[in-house]
């Protein structure tokens, strides 16, 4: 027979995120935890082909995976970004 649990909310929410996270967003994600803890403040610069629209699009997506709050801010070529703490 199957055992049957419950699982919160918000460990609902992060275990489903962890299944449908690309790789892309999984490294956003590492990026984002890593700033966490030293500081909170990263710069990110487009590689070949990429945009500062999509580098922001990116991080937000794993700030929202995280829970984790952030303001992004545009920097001639570079994306500035800053976890927010509470």
Do not use: C, W
């Not at 049957?4 to 909310?9: S, Y």
């Not at 403040?41 to 991080?59: A, M, Q, Y």
Request: overall charge positive.
């Amino acid at each position: 027979m199957a055992k049957f649990e419950h699982i919160k909310g918000g460990d609902a929410e992060k275990r489903f995120a962890k299944s449908r996270v690309h790789g892309v967003t999984r490294e956003y994600m590492a990026y984002l935890e890593t700033l966490k803890k030293e500081g909170g403040v990263g710069v990110l610069k487009p590689g070949r082909g990429e945009s500062l629209t999509t580098l922001r699009n990116r991080v937000r997506r794993a700030a929202d995976l995280l829970e984790t709050e952030i303001k992004t801010q545009r920097d001639e070529e570079e994306l500035l970004i800053k976890v927010i703490k509470k």
